[in-house]
Structures are given as structure tokens and as C-alpha cells.
């Protein structure tokens, strides 16, 4: 956790071949975040990269690593500690030189922290770092006498100090790897999560929104079928009224047509809750079958209101004429003068009388008018 990210950026990362020591070898199907890490504690300087719960690349730099271009967008540096070369493959030629210009810095600010780090051993531990211009005081260069036993014992001091911090060094790499690897798997657990929760509460609130869209469309068709049932109800009795009983039984098995998709869309749309939703595609062609639903209702009530004006309209116009039929005897006689002249049985001569032509003409043309205003309406 001590450690801090620098410089990152993406890359396909590659390792060489260990048996054939040139072929290389795709570490990831897909390109990686290859990044620079600082630990303040420890002064040393990283390149780390995780795919998934595995780190690629844990390669800690050291003064003596060099970092070459091969092409315009590979690149490399070999690892004795890991005793391996990686290679990195950029997208562009740019990448490739600011990966390779931060290697540079790093690998000078490693060297800067490995002279500090080696001024201070001296100064706290002097006597564990003897240099090459000292010389050694005869009693300990001579052959048997005890000199040769402190040479012995100095000796095999500095090679188990070397031993434990080579062994120190390993095992807090192995912490820091795991740490890195523990934080990229809970980092993505999270964000699973994250996306887990959105995903079901999108899916509460549209199984809301459907169920009140239901609701609405039972009550708009309960009504519609009210409706339906008390204009069959009151042209039962009228001949004149067949056509347009036709046309409302039509309205009527569309409008069933029309609530069966509907009803089955709903069903669809609720087995598909507990799958995976597709994002804005779906969504949008889902509200746009639903405005044209609302369209066709809408235009199917303007078709069911024209209907019944026109029934009402038809059955004012009949019981307004019977009314004037009934109540005026003259108009009585005329019209049936009129029927006899009309029929087949009348003879060639039959002529209606000269009261009841005139206002039966007048009756015609009265249904004349009704008609061209009915057909322009």
C-alpha cells in the first residue's frame, strides 16, 4: 500500500521464449495498464502490470537495466533477477518513446536511491563495508596464525548478511505482489458489484413501469369493450344499423388483436427480466412500439366516436321521419301513392297523384342532402 503509481499507460506485453531464448511469447490476449510504482519505504522503483488476478510483470529497476527499441512500436529490457525479457507492444510510436524516456528517469532516480542507500550503510556500518583502497593489517593476511580465523569469520559474516537481505528483499516483493494482486481483485469485485446493484434496480423500475402501463391499458380496453357492448345493445333493433355493427365488431376483434400483443410484448418483456439487459438500443425500440400502440388507440377511438355519431345521426334522421309520416295522414298517403308507383306490380299508367309527387320529391330530396352531408363527413 506504500507504493504510489507514477506513470501509466497500455500495452501487449510479451515474455521471451525460456527454451528457445528468441521466439516470443503473448503474456495477454488482450493490451494491459503497464505502470511505474514508487515505494517511499524501501526507495525502489517498479514496473507492474496485473491481468486479471496474475501479475505479468513485476520487474524492479535497477541502474544496470537498459531499455531498447527494436522497432516503432516494440519495445524491451531484460530482468536478471527474473531471469527473463519482456517486451512491450505500443499502439503508437509516441507511446513507446514516453515509456521509454520515463525508463530513463527511473532508472536514474534508482541509481541516485541506490548511492543514497549505500552512503548510509557506510556511515551507519562501517565496518561491514571494507573498501578495495583499505589495507589490511598483516596479522589477518598471514597463513597460520589467528588472523586467518578473523578473515574466515569476516567473511562468512557478509555472506549471510547478503543471504538475509537478498531473502528480505524477496519476501517483501512476494508481499507486494500480493498485495497489488489483492487490490485489482477487490477493486473489480467492486465494481462488479456496483454494476450489479444498477442492473436490478433498472429492472425493478421498469417491471414498475410496465405494470402501471398495464393497468392502464386493461382499464382503457374494459372501457372500450363498455362501450362496444351498449352500441350493439342499441342498434340490436335496427336493420339500418348492420353495417356499422359490422364495422364495430372489426374495431372490436382489432382492438382484442391490439390487447393480445400487447399482453404477449408484456409477457416478453417479463421473461426477459431476469436476463441481461440490452442497454439503450432495446429500450428505445420498446417505447417506440409503445407510442405507436397509443397512436393506433388513440386513432381507433376517433373511428369508434365517428361510429356511433353517425349511428346516432342515422337513427335521429329515421325517427324524426317516421314521427312526420305518422303525425301528418296527407304525408302518409303520399309516401304509400308513392311506394305502389315504385313497385313492380304497378300498372304502366300508374301515375302518383298530384299532392303526393311533389312532397314525396321533396322527402327525396331531403334523403339526397342527408346522404352528401353524411358522405362528406
Request: with cysteine.
Given at each position: 500500500?506504500?507504493?504510489q503509481?507514477?506513470?501509466?499507460?497500455?500495452?501487449?506485453?510479451?515474455?521471451?521464449?525460456?527454451?528457445?531464448?528468441?521466439?516470443?511469447?503473448?503474456?495477454?490476449?488482450?493490451?494491459?495498464?503497464?505502470?511505474?510504482?514508487?515505494?517511499?519505504?524501501?526507495?525502489?522503483?517498479?514496473i507492474i502490470?496485473?491481468?486479471?488476478?496474475?501479475?505479468?510483470?513485476?520487474?524492479?529497476?535497477?541502474?544496470?537495466?537498459?531499455?531498447?527499441?527494436t522497432?516503432?512500436?516494440f519495445?524491451?529490457?531484460?530482468?536478471?533477477?527474473?531471469?527473463?525479457?519482456?517486451?512491450?507492444?505500443?499502439?503508437?510510436?509516441?507511446?513507446?518513446?514516453?515509456?521509454?524516456?520515463?525508463?530513463?528517469?527511473?532508472?536514474e532516480?534508482?541509481?541516485?536511491?541506490?548511492?543514497?542507500?549505500?552512503?548510509?550503510?557506510?556511515?551507519?556500518?562501517?565496518?561491514?563495508?571494507?573498501?578495495?583502497?583499505?589495507?589490511?593489517?598483516?596479522?589477518?593476511?598471514?597463513?597460520?596464525?589467528?588472523?586467518?580465523?578473523?578473515?574466515?569469520?569476516?567473511?562468512?559474516?557478509?555472506v549471510?548478511?547478503?543471504?538475509?537481505?537478498?531473502?528480505?528483499?524477496?519476501?517483501?516483493?512476494?508481499?507486494?505482489?500480493?498485495?497489488?494482486?489483492?487490490?485489482?481483485?477487490?477493486?473489480?469485485?467492486?465494481d462488479?458489484?456496483?454494476?450489479?446493484?444498477?442492473?436490478?434496480?433498472e429492472?425493478?423500475?421498469?417491471?414498475?413501469?410496465?405494470?402501471?402501463?398495464?393497468?392502464?391499458?386493461?382499464?382503457?380496453?374494459?372501457?372500450?369493450?363498455?362501450?362496444?357492448?351498449?352500441?350493439?345493445?342499441?342498434?340490436?333493433?335496427?336493420?339500418?344499423?348492420?353495417?356499422?355493427?359490422?364495422?364495430?365488431?372489426?374495431?372490436?376483434?382489432?382492438?382484442?388483436?391490439?390487447?393480445?400483443?400487447?399482453?404477449?410484448?408484456?409477457?416478453?418483456?417479463?421473461?426477459?427480466?431476469?436476463?441481461?439487459?440490452?442497454?439503450?438500443?432495446?429500450?428505445?425500440?420498446?417505447?417506440?412500439?409503445?407510442q405507436?400502440?397509443?397512436?393506433?388507440?388513440?386513432?381507433?377511438?376517433?373511428?369508434?366516436?365517428?361510429?356511433?355519431?353517425?349511428?346516432?345521426?342515422?337513427?335521429?334522421?329515421?325517427?324524426?321521419?317516421?314521427?312526420?309520416?305518422?303525425?301528418?295522414?296527407?304525408?302518409?298517403?303520399?309516401?304509400?301513392?308513392?311506394?305502389?308507383?315504385q313497385?313492380?306490380?304497378?300498372?304502366e299508367?300508374?301515375?302518383?297523384?298530384?299532392?303526393?309527387?311533389?312532397?314525396?320529391?321533396?322527402?327525396?330530396?331531403?334523403?339526397?342532402?342527408?346522404?352528401?352531408?353524411?358522405?362528406?363527413?
Open positions: 500500500m506504500g507504493e503509481p507514477i506513470f501509466s499507460t497500455r500495452a501487449h506485453v510479451f515474455q521471451i521464449d525460456p527454451a528457445t531464448k528468441r521466439n516470443w511469447i503473448p503474456a495477454s490476449k488482450h493490451a494491459l495498464t503497464v505502470s511505474y510504482f514508487y515505494d517511499a519505504t524501501r526507495n525502489v522503483y517498479r502490470s496485473v491481468g486479471g488476478t496474475k501479475a505479468i510483470i513485476n520487474s524492479t529497476i535497477t541502474p544496470n537495466m537498459t531499455f531498447t527499441k522497432s516503432q512500436k519495445g524491451q529490457w531484460a530482468d536478471s533477477r527474473a531471469n527473463t525479457v519482456y517486451g512491450l507492444g505500443f499502439a503508437s510510436e509516441q507511446h513507446l518513446s514516453q515509456f521509454a524516456e520515463k525508463f530513463q528517469e527511473v532508472k532516480a534508482a541509481r541516485l536511491a541506490r548511492e543514497k542507500s549505500q552512503d548510509k550503510t557506510e556511515l551507519t556500518n562501517p565496518a561491514l563495508n571494507i573498501t578495495s583502497h583499505q589495507v589490511l593489517p598483516s596479522p589477518i593476511i598471514s597463513s597460520n596464525g589467528p588472523g586467518e580465523d578473523k578473515l574466515f569469520r569476516s567473511q562468512s559474516a557478509d549471510e548478511i547478503t543471504t538475509e537481505k537478498e531473502r528480505l528483499k524477496k519476501m517483501l516483493s512476494e508481499g507486494s505482489v500480493s498485495e497489488v494482486q489483492w487490490e485489482a481483485e477487490f477493486f473489480s469485485l467492486q462488479n458489484n456496483n454494476k450489479l446493484v444498477a442492473a436490478l434496480h429492472a425493478n423500475a421498469n417491471v414498475d413501469q410496465w405494470k402501471k402501463q398495464l393497468a392502464a391499458y386493461q382499464e382503457e380496453t374494459e372501457t372500450l369493450r363498455q362501450r362496444v357492448a351498449e352500441l350493439e345493445s342499441q342498434g340490436a333493433h335496427d336493420s339500418s344499423s348492420e353495417n356499422n355493427k359490422e364495422e364495430l365488431s372489426q374495431t372490436l376483434e382489432e382492438l382484442e388483436l391490439l390487447i393480445k400483443a400487447k399482453d404477449e410484448e408484456i409477457q416478453m418483456l417479463k421473461s426477459q427480466k431476469c436476463g441481461r439487459w440490452e442497454a439503450e438500443g432495446e429500450r428505445e425500440e420498446t417505447l417506440q412500439k409503445l405507436e400502440l397509443e397512436a393506433r388507440n388513440a386513432e381507433l377511438e376517433r373511428r369508434l366516436h365517428l361510429a356511433e355519431q353517425t349511428l346516432a345521426e342515422t337513427l335521429a334522421e329515421r325517427e324524426k321521419i317516421q314521427n312526420e309520416v305518422t303525425k301528418d295522414p296527407v304525408t302518409l298517403v303520399a309516401v304509400r301513392s308513392f311506394q305502389r308507383w313497385s313492380p306490380h304497378c300498372p299508367g300508374c301515375l302518383p297523384d298530384q299532392v303526393s309527387f311533389p312532397l314525396f320529391s321533396h322527402i327525396l330530396q331531403r334523403k339526397k342532402n342527408r346522404r352528401s352531408s353524411l358522405l362528406l363527413k
